[in-house]
């Protein structure tokens, strides 16, 4: 007797009937970039379909996303103004925290997302507070190293600050030792002991970060973030990352980007079978994938929920994806 796997692929019914990796808007956390220095939406050369919203458009997106039933949404700001320590961040009246706040108005059962990072704040387009910009400066660490705990005594503040604005979670992305505890700590602290931190706990060093950083116009003016972010060759050490932030009080994992990360992805599923693990399908992942659709080279739609099934069968829980509202859109069908 001949075993004969075809029998189950007869039609799209049996197909649909034993398929073991499903994809689901819900699983979606979209990203979204909200500008203070412009009253109109900017497209963003290479992210073909992602803006820059003012704020009134951000809430309208918002809306639209949950209308999609995408549940939730991370949110990235540029300031009208940047200076060496990032103010902006951590200001009640900063960007993010103004959008977070006309979007918990506009759609309350939203879940709201902030991106805990400084590089978007900052005129030198790093992470944190770097060695020699703000006066002090060891003459043991290179040019242009971010600072660890003088960037997360402020990482700390703007996480209460975004809690305050009614943040649901708050997502460090900087890769700081010890960022989640010293948030954990001050969210604790001001009251917020409910609030939890999605940690992009396994951030590589990565390529694939060109066009956010055309987005939220946080390229680094000089060095790079090899000194924080994980080196490409290293898997093992990525559990070495995820533990450290589970120690500290980490709700959600992540890894980062996804596509040339699925083994890490898995890793990380099986060692951490008790967490919610996210994927971060990054701007140069989407931005290859439209490339070549506008060439006509691929199916766009086909290509996008391969990728996003990948991501899912790898074993993310979540995916962060700039296609959510397309991809929800093609899973109604
Ligand atoms: C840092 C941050 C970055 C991304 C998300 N958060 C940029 C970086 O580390 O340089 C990249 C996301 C993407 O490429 O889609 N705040």
């Given at each position: 007797m001949m075993d004969r796997p075809r029998r189950l692929r007869l039609t799209p019914q049996l197909r649909a009937l034993v398929r073991e990796t499903t994809l689901d808007a819900g699983d979606f956390i979209a990203p979204i970039f909200v500008t203070a220095q412009s009253k109109t939406a900017r497209p963003i050369t290479s992210m073909p379909g992602v803006q820059q919203l003012p704020l009134d458009a951000v809430v309208a997106e918002a809306e639209t996303m949950a209308r999609a039933g995408i549940r939730a949404i991370i949110l990235f700001g540029i300031p009208a103004a940047k200076d060496a320590t990032g103010s902006d961040a951590a200001a009640?009246?900063?960007?993010?925290?103004?959008?977070?706040?006309?979007?918990?108005?506009?759609?309350?059962?939203?879940?709201?997302?902030?991106?805990?990072?400084?590089?978007?704040?900052?005129?030198?387009?790093?992470?944190?507070?770097?060695?020699?910009?703000?006066?002090?400066?060891?003459?043991?660490?290179?040019?242009?190293?971010?600072?660890?705990?003088?960037?997360?005594?402020?990482l700390a503040r703007v996480a209460v600050v975004q809690a305050q604005a009614g943040a649901d979670v708050v997502a460090p992305s900087g890769m700081m030792d010890g960022a989640v505890a010293a948030?954990?700590?001050?969210?604790?602290?001001?009251?917020?002991?409910?609030?939890?931190?999605?940690?992009?706990?396994?951030?590589?060093?990565?390529?694939?970060?060109?066009?956010?950083?055309?987005?939220?116009?946080?390229?680094?003016?000089?060095?790079?973030?090899?000194?924080?972010?994980?080196?490409?060759?290293?898997?093992?050490?990525?559990?070495?990352?995820?533990?450290?932030?589970?120690?500290?009080?980490?709700?959600?994992?992540?890894?980062?980007?996804?596509?040339?990360?699925?083994?890490?992805?898995?890793?990380?599923?099986?060692?951490?079978?008790?967490?919610?693990?996210?994927?971060?399908?990054v701007s140069g992942e989407y931005a290859m994938v439209k490339?070549?659709?506008?060439?006509?080279?691929?199916?766009?739609?086909?290509?996008?929920?391969?990728?996003?099934?990948?991501?899912?069968?790898?074993?993310?829980?979540l995916i962060l994806t700039y296609h959510a509202k397309d991809a929800a859109a093609w899973l109604r069908g």
């Open positions: 009640p009246e900063g960007i993010v925290q103004r959008a977070v706040r006309a979007i918990k108005a506009a759609v309350p059962e939203l879940v709201v997302m902030t991106d805990l990072c400084l590089c978007e704040y900052t005129d030198h387009g790093h992470c944190g507070i770097v060695n020699g910009t703000t006066g002090k400066r060891d003459p043991r660490l290179p040019e242009g190293y971010v600072l660890n705990d003088e960037t997360n005594e402020i948030i954990r700590d001050a969210l604790d602290a001001a009251g917020y002991a409910h609030l939890p931190i999605m940690s992009y706990s396994a951030k590589y060093a990565s390529g694939f970060y060109g066009p956010f950083r055309e987005a939220a116009q946080g390229t680094p003016q000089f060095g790079d973030r090899s000194s924080h972010q994980m080196d490409p060759g290293n898997a093992r050490e990525a559990l070495r990352e995820h533990a450290l932030d589970v120690s500290e009080g980490a709700d959600i994992l992540m890894v980062k980007p996804a596509l040339a990360y699925l083994d890490v992805i898995h890793a990380t599923r099986e060692a951490f079978p008790e967490l919610p693990l996210a994927a971060y399908n490339a070549a659709a506008q060439q006509g080279w691929i199916d766009e739609r086909r290509v996008v929920l391969e990728l996003l099934t990948g991501m899912r069968r790898a074993g993310a829980d």
